[in-house]
Protein backbone atom coordinates (compact mmCIF):
# COMPACT_ATOMS: atom_id res chain seq x y z
CA UNK A 1 0.00 0.00 0.00
CA UNK A 2 1.12 3.68 -0.56
CA UNK A 3 0.59 6.27 1.49
CA UNK A 4 -1.63 9.23 0.63
CA UNK A 5 -2.29 12.34 2.55
CA UNK A 6 -5.16 14.86 1.54
CA UNK A 7 -5.66 17.75 3.14
CA UNK A 8 -9.31 19.62 2.98
CA UNK A 9 -9.70 22.98 2.70
CA UNK A 10 -10.34 23.29 6.91
CA UNK A 11 -7.13 21.80 7.39
CA UNK A 12 -7.98 18.41 8.25
CA UNK A 13 -5.77 15.82 7.37
CA UNK A 14 -6.98 12.90 5.94
CA UNK A 15 -3.80 10.21 5.86
CA UNK A 16 -4.83 7.24 3.80
CA UNK A 17 -3.64 3.73 2.63
CA UNK A 18 -3.91 3.47 -1.25
CA UNK A 19 -3.46 0.64 -3.47
CA UNK A 20 -1.02 1.18 -6.70
CA UNK A 21 -3.20 1.62 -9.72
CA UNK A 22 -6.06 3.66 -8.05
CA UNK A 23 -6.16 7.35 -8.68
CA UNK A 24 -6.24 9.65 -6.06
CA UNK A 25 -10.15 10.60 -6.36
CA UNK A 26 -11.09 7.73 -5.93
CA UNK A 27 -9.52 7.45 -2.45
CA UNK A 28 -10.69 10.21 -1.98
CA UNK A 29 -13.97 9.58 -2.44
CA UNK A 30 -13.71 6.08 -1.18
CA UNK A 31 -12.95 8.34 2.42
CA UNK A 32 -15.25 10.67 2.10
CA UNK A 33 -12.47 13.70 1.79
CA UNK A 34 -14.92 16.80 1.76
CA UNK A 35 -14.63 18.92 -1.76
CA UNK A 36 -13.75 16.15 -4.14
CA UNK A 37 -17.29 16.01 -5.75
CA UNK A 38 -15.53 14.28 -8.89
CA UNK A 39 -19.10 14.31 -10.62
CA UNK A 40 -17.64 13.14 -13.93
CA UNK A 41 -16.72 9.63 -12.22
CA UNK A 42 -13.09 9.99 -12.98
CA UNK A 43 -13.41 10.77 -16.66
CA UNK A 44 -11.17 13.64 -16.65
CA UNK A 45 -14.42 15.43 -17.91
CA UNK A 46 -15.46 17.58 -15.36
CA UNK A 47 -12.67 19.26 -13.23
CA UNK A 48 -14.39 18.49 -9.59
CA UNK A 49 -11.71 16.60 -8.21
CA UNK A 50 -9.13 19.60 -8.45
CA UNK A 51 -6.18 19.73 -6.02
CA UNK A 52 -3.26 21.29 -5.36
CA UNK A 53 0.19 18.92 -5.42
CA UNK A 54 2.35 19.36 -2.35
CA UNK A 55 5.43 21.81 -3.75
CA UNK A 56 7.68 19.00 -2.34
CA UNK A 57 5.74 16.39 -4.31
CA UNK A 58 5.30 18.16 -8.06
CA UNK A 59 8.42 17.02 -9.54
CA UNK A 60 7.38 13.58 -8.87
CA UNK A 61 3.93 13.88 -9.78
CA UNK A 62 4.61 15.36 -12.94
CA UNK A 63 2.30 17.65 -15.10
CA UNK A 64 -1.39 17.59 -16.01
CA UNK A 65 -1.66 15.73 -19.97
CA UNK A 66 -2.99 17.98 -22.49
CA UNK A 67 -6.57 16.96 -22.01
CA UNK A 68 -6.37 17.73 -18.42
CA UNK A 69 -4.55 21.22 -19.03
CA UNK A 70 -7.81 21.71 -21.04
CA UNK A 71 -10.26 20.92 -18.07
CA UNK A 72 -8.02 23.05 -15.47
CA UNK A 73 -9.19 25.64 -17.78
CA UNK A 74 -12.65 24.86 -15.74
CA UNK A 75 -11.29 24.73 -12.32
CA UNK A 76 -11.29 27.20 -9.65
CA UNK A 77 -8.47 29.10 -8.56
CA UNK A 78 -5.80 26.93 -10.58
CA UNK A 79 -2.17 26.96 -9.76
CA UNK A 80 1.08 25.68 -11.27
CA UNK A 81 0.44 22.59 -9.11
CA UNK A 82 -3.19 22.34 -9.92
CA UNK A 83 -4.17 18.81 -10.80
CA UNK A 84 -7.36 16.97 -11.39
CA UNK A 85 -6.84 14.12 -8.58
CA UNK A 86 -8.61 11.60 -11.62
CA UNK A 87 -5.42 11.79 -13.14
CA UNK A 88 -2.93 10.57 -10.47
CA UNK A 89 -2.17 7.09 -10.21
CA UNK A 90 -0.88 6.01 -7.39
CA UNK A 91 2.48 3.77 -7.85
CA UNK A 92 5.28 3.18 -5.08
CA UNK A 93 6.70 6.48 -6.32
CA UNK A 94 4.53 8.16 -4.77
CA UNK A 95 4.24 7.22 -1.41
CA UNK A 96 4.03 9.63 1.15
CA UNK A 97 2.47 11.96 -1.71
CA UNK A 98 0.19 15.10 -0.09
CA UNK A 99 -2.03 16.93 -2.07
CA UNK A 100 -4.59 19.63 -0.84
CA UNK A 101 -8.10 20.56 -1.83
CA UNK A 102 -9.14 24.07 -3.06
CA UNK A 103 -11.62 26.01 -1.18
CA UNK A 104 -14.79 25.06 -3.74
CA UNK A 105 -14.66 22.81 -7.18
CA UNK A 106 -15.61 24.44 -10.29
Given at each position: MTKLTIVAFDGTRFDLDAE????VM??????SVPGIEAECGGACA??????????????VVGPPQPMEEDMLDF???????????CQIKVTDALDGVVVHVPERQA
Open positions: NGSTENAVRNCATCHVYVDDAWTAAYDVRPTSRLS
